[in-house]
């Protein structure tokens, strides 16, 4: 059975009147209502498309609580919920066991038509229920007038029955069902590898040549070879860009996409560029910004996207003149929404996209990854520094290293970093020979990235006329770029 479009709309900063002030002046008594901002909402409808009242209730009174996009997140969840009660016509309020029961069988049981690869794990499946149950309890509190209790423990004879747990690490009490599933292997993720890198890496180049692209893919752009041309320009610039940020600063995919264009300009381009970053986990609707400092040679980078982006807005603007510019930092390159803001999940997909072409489908491979190797790599190199200068460390040291660590990656304290000591001991001994030539294998990179930005540039004829001007200015080129590498380092 084809499954029902999309059950939630996202909205940003969206007035929502809280209380009404009454105040009298010389003309009489007047009102006026007190609006509470919400950065980010959120609003669900049933599949008949009338809007799920109790559901968006609950979302706007915690959506003030919650942090980042978590209101989005859990409105995708309570979506199953609410296919669920519209399939087999259940009110919430109406809700028992046997209706969770199915549900988690539903949920479990959901396969990809293509693939016939479960949809989710066990683990998606129980977070998914945990969100529902959330949910439930709340309703009862608020919206459930009868007289047997909805949701609660045994001993209370409601139609759900829960327990509460604890959760070993922290002993954070959570809602516990006897028909969940059971929870699978949570290992953490490694660091990604080079070699997972340069397989996608391989592949963005590849894309770039415009025999890459069969006729079905070029006729999205109909006769317009410009903005053909145009759209492999940035989309490569954009893929490059990705993978570049999040090797160099280990940043969370929603802080990249929420980096400001406008500061981050004026930012890298001081006398010590560094970036301006929104620190969003586990943070309130405001996110602090912190402060990244980079190379001059990555400064050069990320500039060099921003003018692939701007580039690629104003030829958006030609095939739609009242096209505004948002100030997001990646844009769609989708026929129908071209210029327009792209959202993480669709950098995912993006990315995705990239790593089956890789021949990744059977290797672990995703955003997050870049991050672990970003920590575990800055670990690595400030144990070293460490013991060169001090020796032995104690646990109070450590604790030290973790905040300058902290610092650079927004974590909210050290504990959560704890971890990534064990990792990178582990690892050290094998990335031995790797530390000890990161700085040439970065200049190695940069120079293989400038070098491919010029060979794209004499291919398509930005580089001059004649053979003998396309030499000269090649040459001129190589020679601007080893003296760029030699600066950064020492041969």
Not at 145 to 156: A, D, Q, V, Y
Not at 433 to 448: G, Q, V
């Amino acid at each position: 059975m084809k499954r029902a479009t999309k059950l939630y709309s996202q909205l940003k900063d969206l007035g929502v009147p809280s209380h009404v002030i009454r105040y009298r002046s010389s003309n009489g008594i007047h009102c006026t209502a007190e609006l509470t901002r919400h950065l980010v909402a959120v609003f669900v409808r049933w599949p008949s498309g009338k809007p799920c009242d109790a559901i968006n209730m609950y979302l706007l009174e915690n959506s003030t609580r919650w942090t980042g996009k978590t209101v989005v997140t859990v409105a995708a969840k309570l979506s199953e919920l609410v296919r669920y009660c519209s399939a087999y016509g259940r009110g919430f309020s109406e809700l028992d066991d046997m209706d969770l029961s199915v549900l988690i069988s539903n949920l479990c049981s959901e396969t990809n038509p293509e693939s016939q690869q479960r949809v989710r794990n066990n683990n998606s499946v129980r977070s998914i229920i945990y969100s529902v149950l959330g949910f439930l309890v709340w309703f009862q509190e608020n919206l459930n007038f009868s007289n047997r209790p909805l949701i609660g423990t045994k001993p209370s004879g409601a139609s759900i029955i829960i327990e509460y747990k604890k959760t070993g690490r922290r002993g954070e009490k959570f809602l516990h069902h006897r028909y969940l599933p059971p929870s699978n292997s949570t290992d953490r993720k490694l660091p990604i590898s080079t070699d997972t890198i340069e397989k996608i890496q391989l592949q963005i180049e590849i894309l770039y040549e415009s025999e890459a692209y069969p006729e079905p893919a070029r006729r999205r752009f109909g006769k317009n070879k410009d903005l053909f041309d145009g759209y492999r320009e940035y989309i490569t610039a954009r893929r490059e860009f990705m993978i570049f940020a999040m090797r160099r600063t280990g940043m969370r995919p929603q802080e990249l996409c929420d980096m400001s264009v406008a500061k981050n300009k004026v930012s890298l381009n001081g006398v010590n560029p560094f970036l301006v970053l929104p620190t969003l986990k586990r943070r309130r609707n405001d996110p602090p910004e912190r402060f990244f400092p980079v190379s001059e040679g990555d400064a050069v980078r990320f500039n060099a996207y921003f003018t692939a982006r701007d580039d690629w807005y104003q030829l958006c603007r030609l095939t739609n003149p009242g096209l505004e510019d948002d100030g997001a930092m990646f844009l769609s390159t989708e026929p129908k929404s071209l210029g327009t803001a792209i959202s993480k999940s669709g950098l995912e997909k993006d990315f995705s996209k990239l790593c089956e072409r890789a021949g990744l489908q059977n290797v672990q491979s995703c955003f997050s990854m870049f991050r672990h190797r970003f920590i575990t790599d800055l670990v690595i190199l400030y144990l070293k520094e460490w013991r060169a200068q001090q020796g032995q460390m104690a646990k109070q040291d450590y604790r030290m290293l973790l905040e300058k660590v902290r610092e650079k990656t927004g974590h909210k304290s050290v504990e959560s970093l704890w971890h990534y000591i064990d990792l990178a001991l582990s690892m050290e001994g094998v990335w031995d020979p790797i530390n000890r030539a990161a700085k040439r294998l970065d200049a190695c990179e940069s120079l293989r990235h400038d070098l491919v930005d010029l060979k794209r540039k004499l291919k398509s004829e930005k580089g001059g006329g004649t053979d003998s001007e396309a030499i000269n200015f090649a040459i001129a080129r190589l020679e601007s770029i080893i003296e760029e590498r030699r600066l950064t380092i020492k041969i």
